[in-house]
């Protein structure tokens, strides 16, 4: 196992902006626990995909870990309860994105006990095939921890070719998030594991762990963790420049390989995955402990919050108790913001509850809220195509989505966009760039989906067809077997009756 990485050679990524981190405020206080609310509402369509099964229905009882959900399909992660006590039933609570959106969850109520279901890990992994590996971790309900909630099992899994490298993603380089950080300050061994659980299922043959340079004696932690596994899987530990947004897997792969992963491709085309440090500690539990996903670790920061610090929350805790385990709210708070600042999306209360893909709660205050300017029109300056990580041209996208031309912006890789906010915050006509580019994608993302129904609807009529066809022609096919069948009996009948009259003939002739 090796953990050199003083001779990495690292490579530059086009734009970026260099950002205050106001990480330090969250992370010189120890990681603490939430605790546990009365109820929990944990999400069960939370991630890429329908919700599954229902396991459990009101008034039954449940256990911590017990699984409240089930599919064999990898998009549909299962849920389990964070606490034990009873299921209250299906409700709907208010969801982050978009705006005025309601999220399905199942509430239940904590019975304070605390009680959990008996482990499931997956003994001997390290000699399993992969796919019982993803296996497990479908079940064990894991999705991608950075944010995005992609489906573990299905990004392992996928329809690709060979990986030979994991990049674990733990350069966490938006301002005030700093959840990452803290994990793998506290648990840097179950980074190290999971690293190479997540590799063993891909077979990969080595793994890159990213961190910034700015993350105070992290590296050292990880190698020192790296020191006490053993294995014979390359590892390797590289300090990355603090620039935002490095922690994009885009700019991280080609920080850290020098390639660029096509425009309408994945890392996975060219041999390599991603998966943020907190997915692999989840992993490790996953496998080595049998913890299903019920929490994790969220920064509740901003100038409007009493005490910022991390906090080990559970999985489907409103966002109310998260505020008031970190000391409540100070005066003048004006804006709740799930994620950070820059890509975060701005709360309309604190019901909402916390999902497996939510890093952050960020409070802001009048103080940084100043009243944005009306927008100005666009002055062709370019700076936002100077600092665009995708290389994109912002204003051409601005101008397209502003026209309603959303086929145009799709043309101009609209899709692309990893909605940084870098353009937006160098725009000197304070246009709000983002806001098109989020609506843009909605508006196309509907398109896309009311195509893709209308093909699948399609291929069901087809299929029934061909099903119905199908069928009509094994119900011919069988009929006229029966009657061959029968057209033969009779011609057997017709034998046995002249063998009995020649014999009936035969007899009398002898009389
Ligand atoms: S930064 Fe703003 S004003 Fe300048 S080109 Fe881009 S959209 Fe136009
Ligand atoms: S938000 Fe999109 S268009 Fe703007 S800088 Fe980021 S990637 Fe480029």
Redesign the pocket.
């Known amino acids: 196992m090796s953990q050199a990485s003083a001779d990495f050679r690292l490579h530059d990524f086009h734009g970026g902006l260099a950002l205050d981190g106001h990480k330090a405020v969250s992370l010189e206080v120890p990681l603490a626990s939430a605790g546990l609310p009365e109820r929990v509402y944990v999400p069960i369509g939370q991630h890429q995909g329908e919700a599954g099964d229902l396991l459990l229905g009101p008034g039954d009882q449940v256990l911590a870990g017990q699984a409240l959900t089930s599919s064999a399909d990898d998009f549909e992660v299962p849920a389990h309860a964070p606490c034990s006590g009873t299921v209250v039933g299906l409700c709907e609570r208010p969801a982050s994105h978009p705006p005025g959106s309601r999220r399905r969850c199942i509430e239940i109520l904590n019975d304070g006990r605390d009680e959990w279901v008996a482990p499931t890990p997956l003994k001997h992994w390290a000699e399993c095939p992969s796919g019982k590996i993803v296996d497990h971790l479908h079940a064990m309900g894991l999705v991608g921890l950075g944010g995005a909630m992609f489906p573990t099992a299905a990004k392992l899994r996928g329809p690709w070719g060979a990986i030979h490298t994991l990049i674990l993603n733990g350069a966490e380089c938006e301002p005030w998030i700093s959840c990452d950080e803290m994990l793998m300050r506290t648990r840097p061994e179950a980074v190290i594991r999971g690293g190479q659980v997540l590799a063993a299922a891909v077979a990969a043959e080595r793994v890159i762990i990213a961190v910034e340079d700015d993350m105070d004696g992290i590296a050292d932690a990880l190698k020192k963790a790296l020191a006490q596994q053993h294995g014979s899987l390359e590892m390797v530990i590289v300090e990355v420049p603090s620039v935002y947004p490095q922690g994009g897997e885009r700019q991280l792969i080609e920080t850290l390989t020098g390639l660029q992963v096509p425009g309408d491709g994945l890392p996975q085309d060219i041999g390599l995955l991603c998966h943020n440090v907190a997915t692999a500690a989840a992993a490790s539990d996953a496998v080595v402990h049998g913890r299903p996903l019920t929490e994790r670790i969220v920064t509740v920061t901003g100038p409007g919050i009493q005490r910022p610090c991390n906090l080990r929350a559970a999985v489907g805790t409103p966002v109310a108790h998260l505020v008031a385990a970190a000391g409540g709210y100070r005066d003048g708070v004006q804006r709740l913001v799930l994620g950070g600042p820059m890509s975060g999306t701005a709360l309309s209360s604190d019901e909402v509850v916390l999902t497996k893909g939510s890093h952050c709660v960020l409070a802001l205050t009048d103080q940084e809220l100043a009243p944005r300017p009306e927008p100005m029109p666009?002055?062709?300056?370019?700076?936002?195509?100077a600092v665009c990580p995708a290389s994109l041209m912002?204003?051409l996208l601005?101008r397209a989505l502003a026209a309603d031309r959303h086929e145009q912006a799709r043309d101009l890789s609209l899709l692309e966009c990893i909605e940084c906010g870098c353009?937006a915050q160098?725009?000197?006509?304070q246009?709000p760039?983002v806001d098109y580019y989020r609506h843009g994608k909605a508006r196309l993302g509907l398109k896309d989906l009311d195509q893709r129904r209308a093909a699948l609807a399609k291929r069901r009529y087809e299929a029934r067809e061909q099903r119905l066809a199908q069928q009509q022609a094994d119900r011919e096919a069988r009929r006229r077997a029966r009657a061959e069948r029968l057209q033969k009996a009779g011609g057997a009948r017709d034998e046995i009756q002249a063998a009995i009259e020649r014999a009936k003939a035969k007899k009398r002739s002898g009389d």
């Not at 666009?378 to 195509?385: A, K």
């Open positions: 666009c002055i062709n300056c370019g700076d936002c195509v912002p204003q601005f353009c160098v725009c000197p006509s246009i760039l």
